[in-house]
């Protein structure tokens, strides 16, 4: 039998689509508040929402026949019939946020018109609405959710630790305030995210992700067909290793567009090398009427009519910038070079010889003909870049002990080795012959170790002459340091420099080869997946990346004491077969497989 489901069990399924953690109802609520031309925006986070999202503005308020609708599915002020969906200029519009909130939470909305004598509220708690009330307000809404999924209890096991749901609901509003710098935003609590109403774009830039970000934008101008392409692009020195500050916004909303996050990276794309993301702040204003956002419940994603002339705008737009980035660099060079001239040539004076060539002093580089000779006589193994066989021991020593996979035993009984191409190793050994790669057996050595110390509590550290001090988005600031003592654990020192800025005074002695940046860009990856960072599984990622960028690299010329600790410290590996990533760090011969290759029996 065909039944009508309950309004209460409908709103329910949409709270599924529309409410998905905190931050979701953070930017519907949000999102409201832009609607209804507030400038100010309060807002108050408890257990990064999961148990209180409160929302204050100064908008247009609500009367107290409004209220009575707000829980109602598909009641909005935002559209009346069909042909206003053709041209959506609000960030709101489908009229199911607040019923699908109310159905899973305990919601209260306080709000007064502006110009009216008194405010009302009204409450909603688990899909039950009770009557509106009158109540004192000030002009403006009031919007508090409390005990998110309270009566959804396989929902509520879903959420992530506080810390990583606060850092997802500040994201959500740095993409907000990005679009609207007439609002001003305020966290209660947060040091970095107090944001003034009007700001200058490129300020506020500034505010939330540092000045180091802000000298390196570049503004965008651009307008064809339509559309109007505006905002920053950062220098591709700035560029980053993930996809996560690539900002786009159309008519004042935040998007996400598989096509245009092509159209910007394929602008990029003679300015940075594989791996590396750029960074930028652009708004996009057309008409309403050529684009469809009507696409998704969450409202980010939108489908134009015509996406090419779109795309071209976007990638000229971005390709102008850095174009005049180039023409300024170039610019600041030829200045420089100017200003070097008159020097050069005073010096090149002062440096002529009597005779020989010009501007050099005689016997620099000597006669021409012995330049020749010398060369010409060079050994044409010398002239390459290889290190010569050695000769030396590789007896091990009293520390070491017999491994438990067989390569132990190899690494134990090496004789003579040659280095090839500063990358390979050829071992001779008692069985034959082995090639050691020897960034990923050095990969190996140094996961072990990393792994071993965290086990154990102790993870020696590098401490810094002079601290590094990185400006982090505020959502990344928070985060972190709301991991602080779990990140000293793994050999990490941070602490709050203030302003946004981060401090790191220390990280593990055997990742001296790392960037601290680098490695500091991998724990908050980590941590964004709201799995904390002690986790084995969650640390094993983040020492596998660790022990990779410090491990030596191809071209990274040994001298021979340095292969010999290279191939001891390998004898003592449980795994020294594979580096953390599955590669083989050796391959061994052995001389009854050479003489049946070459045929000898």
């Known amino acids: ?87 959506i200029i609000s960030l709101g519009f489908r009229g199911e946020a607040l019923a699908s909130i109310g159905s899973v939470a305990r919601v209260r909305i306080l709000s007064r018109a502006r110009g009216a004598e008194e405010g009302a509220v009204v409450r909603a708690e688990g899909g039950r609405v009770f009557d509106v009330a009158p109540a004192a307000s000030p002009e403006g809404t009031l919007v508090e959710v409390r005990d998110l999924f309270y009566n959804v209890p396989a929902r509520r096991r879903f959420l992530k630790s506080t810390p990583a749901e606060k850092s997802r609901c500040l994201e959500v509003l740095t993409r907000l305030a990005l ?51 505006s905002g920053f692009v950062v220098d591709p020195d700035g560029a980053r290793r993930d996809r996560s500050q690539e900002f786009l916004f159309l008519n004042g909303r935040p998007i996400k567009d598989r096509s245009l996050s092509f159209a910007i990276r394929d602008a990029y794309r003679e300015y940075l090398m594989g791996g590396r993301f750029p960074v930028t702040f652009l708004h996009l204003q057309m008409d309403p009427g050529k684009v ?71 016997g620099l580089f000597g006669e021409s003909e012995a330049i020749g000779s010398s060369f010409g006589t060079l050994p044409a193994r010398e002239s390459v870049p290889v290190s010569k066989p050695s000769t030396t021991s590789l007896t091990p020593g009293p520390d070491s002990k017999e491994g438990s996979a067989p390569l132990s035993h190899l690494f134990q009984r090496a004789k003579r080795f040659l280095v090839i191409q500063d990358l390979y190793i050829l071992l001779e050994t008692d069985e034959g012959f082995a090639i050691i ?14 792994l071993k110390d965290w086990k154990e509590g102790e993870v020696p550290v590098q401490g810094l002459l002079v601290p590094l001090l990185l400006e982090l988005a505020p959502a990344d600031h928070e985060l972190l340091l709301a991991h602080r003592d779990s990140l000293e654990k793994l050999g990490l020192h941070i602490s709050d420099f203030g302003g946004g800025t981060i401090k ?28 904390p960072p002690e986790e084995l ?16 690299m191809s071209g990274d010329r040994l001298q021979d004491e340095e292969i010999q600790q290279l191939l001891l410290d390998a004898a003592k590996l449980e795994h020294p077969d594979n580096c953390p990533h599955g590669r083989p760090t050796v391959l061994n011969f052995t001389s009854k497989q050479l003489e049946t290759w070459f045929r000898r029996k």
């Open 1 to 87: 039998m065909i039944e009508v489901l309950k309004p209460e069990v409908v709103n329910q399924i949409a709270a599924g689509e529309v409410v998905e953690r905190p931050f979701s109802v953070l930017k519907e609520c949000v999102e409201n508040s832009i609607d209804a031309g507030a400038t100010r925006i309060e807002i108050v986070l408890e257990e990064g929402g999961k148990q209180l999202i409160r929302i204050q503005d100064d908008g247009r308020g609500m009367s107290p026949e409004d209220l009575g609708l707000a829980f109602v599915s598909h009641a909005t002020s935002k559209l009346r019939d069909l042909e206003d969906l053709e041209a």
């Open 504 to 531: 790191l005074e220390g990280y593990p002695h055997c990742l001296r080869r790392v960037n601290p940046k680098a490695l500091l860009e991998d724990v908050l990856e980590t941590l964004k997946d709201g799995r």
């Open 292 to 362: 469809d956002v009507n696409v998704h419940p969450t409202k980010t994603e939108v489908r134009f009519h015509e996406p090419r002339p779109v795309f071209s705008a976007l990638r000229r737009a971005i390709l102008e910038a850095l174009g005049a980035r180039r023409n300024r660099l170039g610019e600041r060079q030829a200045k420089s070079l100017e200003a070097g001239a008159e020097t050069h040539a005073v010096v090149a004076e002062a440096l002529r010889p009597a005779t020989g060539f010009p501007g050099l002093p005689k």
């Open 437 to 450: 790669d020897q960034h990923a057996l050095h990969e190996r050595i140094l996961y072990e170790k990393l």
């Open 179 to 229: 679009a609207h710098p007439e609002v001003g935003f305020r966290v209660e609590g947060s040091k970095t995210f107090d944001l003034l109403a009007g700001e200058d774009p490129l300020v506020r830039i500034g505010k939330l992700f540092g000045k180091s970000v802000q000298a390196l934008c570049h503004p965008v101008s651009y307008q064809a067909g339509g559309i109007v392409v």
């Open 537 to 552: 599984e969650e640390v094993r990622e983040r020492f596998h990346s660790a022990a990779c960028r410090s491990a030596v």
